[in-house]
Structures are given as C-alpha cells and as structure tokens.
C-alpha cells in the first residue's frame, strides 16, 4: 500500500512557465514532507521541506504548499528553467516514527526551452 | 568536503554469487539507510541503521544484509537469495533526532545480475 502516490510520472513544461508538481498521502501520521531532487545515475539532493504546522514554504523559485485536510502537497517552480528537467520525488516523515522517510514514485519533469 | 561516497559506481555479478556494496560518509550522521530504486518506482527502504552496532529491517529486506560496525560505514551484500537483484541501489545518511534535515544521498550504485 503506497502511502505517499505521485499520480503523474511525467510532466512537461516550457521554460520560464510555471512547474506544479503534486503528491498525496494517505498516512495522517506524516507531519514533514519534503522534496528531493534526482538527476539520472546521481543519488536525490535535498530542494525543500515543510513541517505540518505550515502551509506554504518558500525557498528563490520553488514554493511547497501543504494542504493537511486534503493529505495533498505541490511543489511549485516559477519560472520554471532547463535545468530544472529531472525526477522530482515526494517524502514523507512521522516524528513518531525513526525517523524514516517514505518516498513517492517520483515525477519526471522536463523544461523545454 | 563531507558527503556520501559509494562505490563502485557499477557492479556486474553472476546469478547465485553475494556481492557487497560499500556506503562510507564523513559527515558524522548518526543515521544510515539503504533504498533501492526500480524503473517506475520510487525509493524501497532495505535497511537502516539509527546507531552503530544496530540496524532494523526496511520494507523488502529479503535477501539483503548489512552491518554497523563503524559510524562512517555501512555497507549492503546482496545475497544469492535475493530474486531479483538488478536495480539502482542509494544509500543515504540523517541527523538522528529531531533536526528533519531531510536525507543526504550517495550517488548511487547500479547492480545488474548477468
């Protein structure tokens, strides 16, 4: 039972548009979400998080927006650039749990110029 | 400069041989984790590991083991038992405690059995 779904595997976007990237959970328990950034052949980088005593979370272009009654996040990056194309992967974390992170599926965005 | 190092980057075996994957870190993390990553899927956690000298079961740890024997190290074999090996394996570290840090990833090992 996947308990955090990244519905789309792929999203394409023009370059200097906006990216929206969106994960669901089904797990209540999750109160910190986070988005890891993969290009192909290297291991994810860290991009942003948020607690769940926020609902929105702003690091340059990239925003995260929580919405707890919904068990719904998104990610997005304005303007969007080429170098933004990789794997987007949706994580979750309990901080009653050992700290382990569940990871969704993953979303391949790519920029075109 | 501190950070994951795994290595070998690529890694061919033959069916009914183990094989160990090796995860070193120089950032002092408690915390050390090993996920597998299949086309379509996202990241499987196989073990982890909160402390030296102790490890727990992830969600497919069959057919894998480790050991915890330093701080820095960490590494994976992948057994004989194991049904279907090939895949993208990434180990990763954490701050343990309540800093939600997020995860740093190694670069990943591609295993393929031939």
């Known amino acids: 039972d996947q308990q955090v779904k990244q519905n789309s595997p792929s999203l394409s976007v023009q370059e200097g548009r906006i990216s929206i990237l969106n994960c669901d959970y089904t797990?209540?328990?999750?109160?910190?979400f986070l988005w890891y950034k993969k290009y192909p052949a290297e291991g994810p980088t860290f991009l942003i998080s948020?607690?769940?005593?926020?609902d929105k979370n702003e690091d340059g272009r990239f925003t995260v927006f929580l919405n707890k009654s919904a068990k719904h996040l998104s990610l997005h990056i304005v303007p969007s650039q080429p170098g933004d194309s990789a794997v987007y992967f949706c994580?979750?974390?309990?901080?009653?749990?050992?700290?382990?992170?569940?990871f969704g599926s993953g979303t391949q965005l790519t920029v075109l110029p | 400069d501190g950070g994951i190092t795994q290595s070998p980057k690529y890694l061919f075996r033959k069916e009914g041989q183990n094989v160990t994957l090796s995860c070193e870190q120089n950032?002092?993390?408690?915390?050390m984790y090993w996920y597998r990553q299949d086309p379509g899927q996202g990241l499987r956690l196989i073990y982890y590991s909160q402390i030296v000298n102790d490890f727990q079961k992830g969600d497919i740890a069959e057919g894998y083991s480790v050991s915890r024997e330093k701080k820095e190290s960490f590494p994976l074999t992948v057994t004989s038992a194991q049904k279907n090996p090939t895949a993208f394996y990434l180990c990763?570290?954490?701050?343990?405690?309540?800093?939600?840090?997020?995860?740093?990833f190694g670069s990943g090992t591609r295993l393929t059995v031939v």
């Open positions: 950032l002092n993390h408690d915390a």
């Open positions: 948020i607690s769940s005593i926020k």
């Open positions: 990763a570290s954490s701050v343990s405690g309540q800093d939600y840090a997020g995860y740093t």
């Open positions: 797990n209540s328990m999750f109160d910190y």
């Open positions: 994580a979750a974390a309990s901080s009653g749990s050992a700290r382990q992170l569940t």
